[in-house]
């Protein structure tokens, strides 16, 4: 079991999941940990949901939230874009004045970003 869902267990330890374990039981893998923002826990139940199917029942995961006060903090990379960035977390480049707008301490236009910023990105 552990096998089938060794992508989960690394993406978890890739994203430095707090107090994570991992326990195989009755032919369940039961998996749980404290994400640090809600996009990283959907990251992780996204692999579930890649290797498991829709709604696996191998395994079952408890994934907390650390802080859920943002949906996610991002490094800005060279050549990286608000638009990029928007993309990324919420699927439409669109969505850049949102973080534009949860960034008005840092950032004073949304064409000029710079390398080793950290974003915050906000829930929707």
Known sequence: MKAKYQSVLDLGEQLNIKDGDVKEENGQLKVWG????PYEKNLIWDEIKRVGGENP???MADIKVEDDSVYARHTVEKGETLG???KQYYGKASKYTEIFKANGNIL?????IHPGQELVIPNL
């Open 57 to 59: 029942t191998d395994i």
């Open 108 to 112: 004073k236009n949304p064409d000029v």
């Open 34 to 37: 404290t994400a640090k923002t």
């Open 84 to 86: 990029k960035i928007a």
